[in-house]
């Protein structure tokens, strides 16, 4: 017997669900979602399910990492339930219930907690350089060693087990039967997704959102390799300084337009923003354009008499890989790519 939640309205609210108990079950948002199908009522089923609380079934689906929020369906419904926001917090509550440390919860439903957050590692990035006597050389040495050592650590003390923990929820408890033959065919649907983002091409009129999306991914993983293991800031090769101007400028640009609809709030997608949204893209540009200076005031010679530049980089670095890459919304990006590799193994 499945077991109900009735508590489940109030705890998803926490994450941002707006009004989603208005729903009367009128199917409108399932009409009009490319992603449903005969046999899928998408997302009417998981409306039903977080109004009913039936929690299990929630952590149990994948559907909620499927929606891509092209916002459909929540400016066709007469409720104005938002089942498009829902997803969104649906999406929130279950990076919380992977999460093995909890924090992930924290920082989505408590602005203060986040704040606090930031502000600790801005004092662990001002004591430690204060510690070196702000010497340009060793802060540079230090950020680049910490990039490499803070992938590792998060990537394996952190992101693994969680991925693990959402195998266990949507594969292993349900008691899906996978072969391992399966396993490794279906291999090729995570990478797929997670370079190409491709479902997001199947919601209409969602064509420029997925490019400026797909365009975003590869800058960033660009930038992240060209930073850390091609050593950009140290680095005397031209190819490899015009590769970091040329992606540390995409992500600057494409960001600007992401933190300018997250501002206006003018499309049904960013109507309701919640902080972790602002986090995600705000860090992400400024990583982009703190990135880009600091390269260019090494090569204009500079960088030496503006200390506080690569100062300011570090501290958006650290940032960024202590608390939104485990934490934040980054995650939704890697849990959606392994959704769409599990929903191929549970695919008969």
Same mark, same amino acid.
């Given at each position: 017997?499945?077991? &109900?939640?009735?508590?489940? @309205?109030?705890?998803?609210?926490? +994450?941002?669900a707006?009004?989603?108990?208005?729903? +009367?079950?009128?199917?409108?948002?399932?009409?009009?979602c490319?992603?449903?199908?005969?046999?899928?009522?998408?997302?009417?089923?998981?409306?039903? #399910?977080?109004a009913? @609380?039936f929690?299990?079934?929630?952590?149990?689906s994948?559907?909620?990492?499927?929606?891509y !929020?092209?916002?459909?369906?929540?400016?066709?419904?007469?409720?104005?339930?938002?089942?498009?926001?829902? *997803?969104?917090s649906?999406?929130?509550y279950?990076t919380?219930?992977?999460?093995?440390?909890?924090?992930?919860g924290l #920082? $989505?439903?408590?602005l203060?907690?986040?704040?606090?957050?930031f502000?600790?590692? /801005?004092?662990?990035?001002?004591?430690?350089?204060?510690?070196v006597?702000?010497? /340009?050389?060793?802060? &540079?040495h230090?950020?680049?060693?910490?990039? *490499? %050592?803070? &992938?590792?650590?998060?990537?394996?003390?952190?992101?693994?087990?969680?991925?693990?923990?959402?195998?266990?929820y949507t %594969?292993?408890k349900?008691?899906?039967?996978?072969?391992?033959?399966? $396993?490794?065919?279906? *291999?090729?649907?995570?990478? &797929?997704?997670?370079?190409?983002q491709?479902?997001?091409?199947?919601?209409?009129?969602?064509?420029?959102?997925?490019f400026?999306?797909f365009?975003?991914v590869? @800058?960033?993983?660009?930038?992240?390799?060209?930073?850390?293991?091609?050593?950009?800031?140290?680095?005397?090769y031209?190819?490899?300084?015009?590769?970091?101007?040329?992606?540390?400028?995409?992500?600057?640009?494409?960001? %600007?337009?992401?933190?300018s609809?997250?501002?206006?709030r003018?499309?049904e997608?960013?109507? !309701?923003?919640?902080?972790?949204? =602002?986090?995600?893209?705000?860090?992400?540009?400024?990583?982009?354009?703190?990135a880009? /200076?600091?390269?260019?005031f090494?090569?204009l010679d500079?960088?030496?008499?503006?200390?506080? /530049? !690569?100062?300011m980089? =570090?501290?958006?670095l650290?940032?960024?890989?202590?608390?939104?890459?485990?934490?934040?919304?980054?995650?939704?990006?890697? $849990?959606?790519?392994?959704? *769409?590799?599990?929903?191929?193994?549970?695919?008969?």
């Amino acid at each position: 017997m499945a077991k &109900i939640n009735t508590k489940f @309205g109030n705890e998803i609210s926490k +994450y941002g669900a707006v009004n989603f108990r208005a729903c +009367y079950n009128c199917g409108n948002c399932t009409a009009v979602c490319s992603l449903s199908t005969e046999e899928v009522s998408f997302p009417r089923e998981m409306v039903r #399910l977080s109004a009913i @609380g039936f929690e299990d079934e929630i952590k149990a689906s994948l559907k909620p990492w499927e929606c891509y !929020y092209c916002g459909e369906c929540s400016t066709h419904c007469p409720q104005e339930a938002n089942p498009g926001e829902l *997803m969104m917090s649906l999406r929130r509550y279950l990076t919380s219930k992977y999460d093995w440390t909890g924090l992930s919860g924290l #920082l $989505y439903k408590s602005l203060p907690i986040s704040i606090i957050a930031f502000i600790i590692t /801005l004092i662990g990035v001002l004591w430690f350089a204060g510690s070196v006597g702000y010497e /340009l050389e060793k802060m &540079i040495h230090f950020g680049h060693m910490f990039e *490499m %050592i803070a &992938i590792a650590a998060v990537g394996v003390f952190i992101l693994m087990p969680n991925v693990a923990r959402m195998w266990y929820y949507t %594969i292993l408890k349900p008691k899906t039967k996978v072969s391992i033959a399966k $396993y490794v065919k279906s *291999m090729g649907e995570l990478f &797929i997704h997670m370079f190409t983002q491709k479902r997001a091409l199947g919601c209409d009129d969602n064509q420029f959102r997925w490019f400026e999306h797909f365009v975003l991914v590869i @800058g960033y993983l660009s930038l992240l390799f060209t930073t850390v293991f091609l050593n950009w800031f140290a680095s005397p090769y031209l190819f490899v300084i015009i590769l970091g101007y040329v992606m540390s400028a995409i992500v600057f640009v494409v960001t %600007i337009d992401f933190v300018s609809s997250r501002m206006k709030r003018n499309k049904e997608v960013s109507k !309701y923003t919640q902080p972790s949204d =602002l986090f995600f893209v705000i860090w992400l540009f400024l990583m982009g354009l703190t990135a880009f /200076l600091v390269r260019l005031f090494i090569d204009l010679d500079i960088l030496e008499g503006n200390k506080w /530049l !690569y100062l300011m980089h =570090l501290i958006v670095l650290v940032q960024w890989a202590l608390i939104i890459v485990p934490f934040g919304k980054w995650t939704h990006f890697m $849990y959606r790519s392994f959704a *769409m590799y599990f929903a191929k193994l549970k695919e008969k």
